[in-house]
Each structure stands twice: as C-alpha cells, then as structure tokens.
C-alpha cells in the first residue's frame, strides 16, 4: 500500500442517501454518508524524510477510517473507494454530538512489524475531531493529527540481531499497541507486561518502526540500548518522541578507534551498514600485497586490523560509481557513499561520505600516491584478492585515478588487477572483527 505522510487533513462528510423511520414517534435519522478525504496543503505540516525524500501522507483504494460520536458506543467505518471514503451504515444524530475519527482504525497492533518504510502508514496513528457539536446534517470537518512518532533502526553489522522492544517508562510495560480513546481524539497505550517485540531482524539494514509519540519510553534491542549518534539511547524526555517525526538509531557505533600493536590509537568509521569499519589512515609505509595479506600478529599493525577483501569495499551499495550520462566519466551513484575530490592541506584526496540514514556524517578519505607527472593522480590501497591474469597470479587494487584536462577529472574507478605482488602499494586497513 503506497502512502504518503502528512500530520494534517481534513475530513468532510456529507449525506449520500436517506431513510425515515416508520414510527412517527421517533425523529428522522438519516442512514448513510460519503466521508470526504481533503489533503490540508501547509508549509508547517511534519513530514518524515528519508535522506533528501519526503514521505507525504495520501489515503490509499480501501484504507478504513472509523468514526464515532458522544451518542453512540461503537464506531462507523468509511471505506476509500479511490475517490472518497463511504459508509452505508453512519448515521445522524438527533441532536449535535461531538465527532471523533481514527486513521488507521481504532485499534492499531504494533507487534511484530515489518520494518519496511511502506508500511510505515498502515499504523500510523491519526486522530482528531469536530471543532464543535454537529448532527452531521451539513457534513463533517475534522482536523487529524499524528498521534506516532518512527524509529529508523539501523542494523550496523551483518550478524546484528534485532529484537526492538519498547517501555512505557512510568510503569515499565511492554508496549504492544494504540487504542482510540472514546470521544477524544487521541490514542492510549496498550501495555503488556510481558515483554513484546515490534520488530524482530537478523542482518545489516535500514528498518522503521511505528511508536507512540508524547509518553516518556525507554527503547531497547533485546536487553542492550541503541545508539543515537556515538552515545547510547535507552529513554526519552518526560514528553516522549514528537508526533510525526523520526529518530535514527543504531545498534552500534559506526565511528570509534582501536589501538595497534604499534601503541598507535587508530580512528575508524564505517559508511554503510554492514560495511568494514576503515582506518582514517592509510599504513604508514606503502608494503607488497604479501605482507600487507598476512594474517593475526604478523599484521603490520596486529591482530585486530586486517587488509579488506574487493568485494568487501567494492560494489553495489559499498564504495562504487555509475558512469556520467554527459561526460562518461565516474560519479557518484544513489545507495553508494557519495566521492568527490578535495584539496585540503594543499593535498589532494578523495572524500566519501555516507548517504545511508546514521552514516550521512561520516567520512572516509583517500590520499594521492605520489607521482613524478603532476597531472596524474592516484588514490589506491591493496585488498587481500588476488587474480590470475594471463596466467600471472596478480595482486587487486582498490583504485582511482584522476587527470587534468580542462580541469581535474577522476576518470578510473573501482577494479586493477594489472599488478604484481611484490611491488609497494598504500594499505587502509580495515578492523578484523
């Protein structure tokens, strides 16, 4: 179901057909309406985004909207027939009533969700209500409102397990759901004392998770707090999550540092999920693919780095280009760190940054290999692959390089296998994990 998130919409009910009582005792009632769904169009209405998306809110063919009033104890369903919403079975009131209507019902389920960001809506809780007191005989105007917040969950390593769970932190409950509260346009929390999960994942991965906004919550992955940022998240503000916004979290850290068997503290970040976590520097001394492969100890800097495989660096999603459809030439491609070339120092580099949610901060930085042409440019490091080629067992490059023409292009990317093992490349170690 595509859906789009405003915060805000107004809803118009008018009568679509009617029928009188056979006792004159009785007043007339009206039975049936068609319930008019108008997108309120307004700069201040909350969106949620999704890297430099924005994720809108359009009702969808059968989406259910139920309404009720202070006169009746149950609620009316309208059903969205792809143009307006109907049902055969509203009625009037005799007298004015306040009204109240609920999106996606009156109940929402918050267990076991899918993760996915197109399902996002189908709990995306909304409530509002009737400026005043109305039979319904001119139709109806309520103003929705968000009632959830969303988690973006983002798995940081391919053997993470997700199991997010979420308390009510006054009582230390389970939360497993949202309630319509009768003739209030708003939600309650429907709590569990034993524990509940609303997403349960295995893997690296991007994933969303519908919550209740305004409650003071405490969220965790299985027994372990997330991370927002560097710095551990487990409980909100007294005033909980803001409605109709989202909040990134990550089950781990994805920049840190690490010591080598050198003394040396070490920076390291990670831009994808799932990705190697990359030295900010390169070894200090370019090595022959032989020791920069060697394993544990015997690692120029010890057993806790090791040199990256291609296919770990390289590829859809990881560090990766698509040819420009003007000039041919590298660029950067959508779902892979962004690159472009920079001058800092008076040097010149290449600079990724992360286009995934929780990675848009981080960086990484290739440094040019020095070259007696000044017009030529280099930026490479060995991987541990090797490959035969015309029958020579060669060592793989992770390499880009650039020239001047008119002005400096990067005109090569990604793959080089025309090398020899025992000649000296620049290393950038990645944490063996």
């Known amino acids: 179901m595509k859906k789009i998130l405003y915060s805000v919409f107004m809803l118009a009910t008018m009568v679509l057909a009617a029928c009188s009582s056979d006792d004159t005792t009785e007043p007339d009632v009206k039975r049936g309406m068609v319930l008019k769904a108008n997108v309120e169009d307004t700069d201040t209405r909350a969106t949620i985004t999704d890297n430099e998306g924005k994720w809108k809110f359009a009702f969808a063919t059968n989406d259910m909207v139920k309404v009720g009033n202070d006169e009746v104890e149950s609620y009316y369903t309208f059903k969205n ?72 969950i983002v798995g940081v390593n391919n053997d993470d397990i997700l199991d997010i769970n979420v308390k009510t932190a006054d009582d230390d409950k389970y939360v497993s759901g949202l309630v319509a509260v009768k003739n209030s346009a708003d939600f309650s929390v429907q709590k569990s004392d034993a524990k509940v999960s609303l997403l349960s994942k295995q893997g690296a991965g991007v994933y969303y998770v519908v919550v209740p906004a305004g409650v003071k919550l405490s969220v965790y992955n299985g027994d372990k707090a997330l991370y927002s940022g560097d710095k551990t998240m487990s409980t909100t503000k007294a005033d909980g999550l803001k409605a109709g916004k989202y909040y990134t979290l990550t089950t781990g850290k994805t920049t840190g540092s690490a010591t080598n068997k050198l003394g040396e503290t070490i920076d390291w970040v990670q831009l994808w999920a799932g990705g190697p976590k990359f030295a900010t520097k390169n070894v200090a001394e370019e090595m022959t693919w032989t020791d920069a492969t060697k394993k544990g100890d015997d690692y120029v800097w010890g057993a806790n780095w090791r040199t990256p495989t291609l296919d770990e660096v390289f590829g859809e999603g990881k560090l990766n280009f698509t040819d420009d459809k003007e000039t041919s030439l590298p660029t950067s491609v959508a779902g892979s760190p962004s690159f472009e070339l920079k001058e800092q120092n008076g040097y010149l580099t290449v600079v990724f940054t992360g286009v995934q949610p929780g990675y848009t901060k981080n960086t990484l930085t290739l440094y040019d290999k020095p070259n007696t042409k000044e017009e030529n440019h280099n930026f490479d490091f060995w991987t541990a692959s090797d490959e035969i080629v015309n029958g020579v067992d060669k060592g793989v490059l992770f390499q880009i390089q650039a020239a001047y023409w008119d002005k400096l292009y990067i005109y090569s990317f990604g793959k080089n296998t025309a090398n020899w093992k025992d000649k000296k490349f620049f290393v950038r170690p990645v944490l063996a994990e």
């Open 81 to 152: 027939n792809g143009t307006v919403f109907e049902s055969t079975d509203a009625l009037q009131t005799t007298t004015a009533a306040n009204w109240c209507a609920f999106f996606p019902g009156e109940k929402i389920d918050l267990r076991n969700q899918s993760g996915d960001f197109a399902d996002v809506a189908n709990k995306y809780a909304l409530a509002g209500a009737t400026a005043s007191a109305t039979t319904g005989s001119d139709g109806l105007t309520v103003t929705m409102k968000a009632k959830a917040a969303v988690l973006r």
